[in-house]
């Protein structure tokens, strides 16, 4: 695989880089790690390390901890909701006005390709900034009709505040870097928290760099505080402090599931977004075209590593022999390469750790006599390149219909009925996202209510905005990012009484 140098970045991408460390951000200050730690980041087209980066790990989140809860005291409980807002809005303008660099950091620690970073993770962040600086001066409580049954006559004034919930810890995933950071912080923000962010280790380099564009937009100092590290130490603290009221995390299920009961100790409030092995069903009637795409999409997608992953696709049995077909027939022709070149369809997964596992998954459909149509085989070359992988005639036991795999590798099954795909597409511990593909408005829509999941996408798949809330159901989590939904996460209601007798 050919890779661009880093003289062809974008100027302030090559200054940023040129970093010897990349420090903490901590108070407003880049910090070294208490423990003097650092980590390598590498980029997984090359194998190469990016950057050097501080190492977090309980005593920094302690100091960021502590530097949060003084911020929330401090100045940013001083700003007006209306200031707020300008902040936010801000924030919005510098970043888009970096959307070219940002979108090359994400595409050399995460390895995706520039034109998904470029044309959806970019403009999507500069959205949810947007989309949640209008909020603050819209966020309010309501007054109540209340009756006091042994007070007869008596007369109240009630009303309920929405108050910050206090301190939030973000941890957060390697898939979408900036993305899933801004997920978290613009509607924290928005609503006056104090954020302590953790990156995954394998992309912790926008975070810093968001961190402190935040700073610069007028955030002021220990409100957003940036801790790479690893999960069981930086994110591990974070999840049993006592001095963090609320955690959001989004990962994988059995993470999540520690992450939960680490959280019992000061009974902090949780959402969580984990995992998901979701159904993409294509009936017969369908626009085939248009579903072709739409499982191509769905499944290679930022090299399958999205929760939300079309992984198991159902096709109506009188056109399965020719979707199959095609959909191995397309990902033959995917140029997998250089995430910098605009050319590149895909590229390689994060990290040395992940090609592994995903072998190990393709091996494991082999072995339970899957049917092997394209890929399956890690691409030669430096970095971590796995080309797309499309097994046909998968059972539902199967392995590979059953576990996330998280990478470019989709288990396709033919169907015969509509309660027979139901079930089949319910038979599973996830309920991240689901889409179904069909002409019959009315079949679409009785399928919407049956498929047990966070999402149905009718005749589409990946589609995602600021405004529609985004979660899970069964074990792919609970509690609702995005959207006006996402404010209850980091809000906390109160309730005033007053006595006018
Ligand atoms: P993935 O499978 O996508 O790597 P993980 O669930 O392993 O997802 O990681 C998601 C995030 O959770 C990362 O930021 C990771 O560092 C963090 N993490 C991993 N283990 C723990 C843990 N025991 N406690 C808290 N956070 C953790």
Request: proline share 6%.
């Amino acid at each position: 695989m050919t890779t661009a140098a880093l003289s062809d970045v974008h100027p302030l991408l090559r200054d940023f880089l040129s970093r010897r460390v990349h420090q903490l951000l901590i108070d407003g200050q880049s910090v070294g790690a208490q423990s003097g730690k650092t980590f390598a980041t590498p980029n997984p087209a090359t194998g190469e390390t990016l950057a050097v980066v501080a190492e977090a790990d309980a005593a920094d989140v302690d100091r960021a901890v502590a530097a949060a809860r003084r911020a929330l005291e401090g100045p940013w409980s001083k700003l007006s909701p209306a200031e707020r807002e300008r902040v936010l809005h801000k924030a919005a303008d510098l970043l888009e006005a970096r959307a070219e660099a940002f979108a090359q950091l994400e595409s050399l620690d995460n390895g995706k390709p520039i034109r998904e970073s470029k044309n959806a993770d970019l403009p999507l962040a500069v959205g949810l900034l947007r989309y949640f600086a209008g909020w603050p001066t819209k966020i309010h409580g309501e007054t109540t009709p209340v009756s006091v049954p042994y007070y007869p006559g008596a007369k109240f004034l009630h009303y309920t505040v929405r108050e910050p919930v206090g301190v939030v810890g973000a941890i957060i995933p390697w898939n979408f870097p900036l993305l899933m950071a801004i997920e978290r912080l613009a509607p924290a923000l928005a609503c006056g928290n104090a954020v302590i962010l953790k990156p995954a280790e394998q992309t912790p380099l926008s975070a810093l760099w968001l961190g402190e564009l935040l700073l610069e937009a007028g955030v002021p100092a220990g409100v957003v505080n940036v801790v790479p590290g690893y999960g069981p130490t930086a994110g591990a603290a974070i999840a049993r402090h006592m001095g963090i009221d609320k955690v959001t995390f989004t990962g994988s299920t059995e993470v999540g599931r520690e992450v939960l009961k680490a959280s019992a100790g000061n009974m902090k409030r949780v959402t969580m977004e984990l995992g998901g092995k979701s159904p993409n069903i294509v009936f017969a009637d369908a626009d085939l075209d248009a579903a072709a795409k739409g499982i191509f999409t769905g499944i290679f997608y930022n090299q399958g590593q999205c929760c939300s992953a079309g992984s198991r696709v159902f096709i109506e049995r009188p056109v399965y022999e020719k979707m199959l077909g095609a959909l191995a027939d397309r990902s033959k022709t995917v140029k997998l390469g250089n995430p910098l070149d605009p050319k590149t369809h895909m590229g390689p997964v994060v990290s040395d750790e992940q090609r592994k596992r995903v072998l190990s998954y393709i091996e494991s459909g082999r072995k339970d006599g899957a049917q092997l149509l394209s890929g399956g085989a890690a691409a030669p070359g430096p970095g971590y390149f796995v080309s797309p992988t499309v097994f046909g005639a998968v059972k539902d036991e199967m392995t590979i219909a059953r576990e996330e795999i998280f990478g470019p590798v989709v288990a396709v099954m033919p169907f015969d009925s509509v309660d027979e795909v139901v079930a089949r597409a319910n038979g599973t511990d996830y309920g991240l996202v689901s889409a179904v593909w069909t002409k019959d408005v009315k079949r679409a829509h009785q399928m919407a209510q049956k498929i047990k999941a966070g999402t149905v996408w009718i005749n589409c798949y990946h589609f995602v905005d600021a405004a529609a809330p985004w979660g899970g159901v069964k074990q792919s989590g609970y509690g609702r990012e995005k959207g006006a939904y996402a404010l209850e996460n980091y809000t906390a209601l109160k309730s005033v009484w007053v006595d006018l007798n």
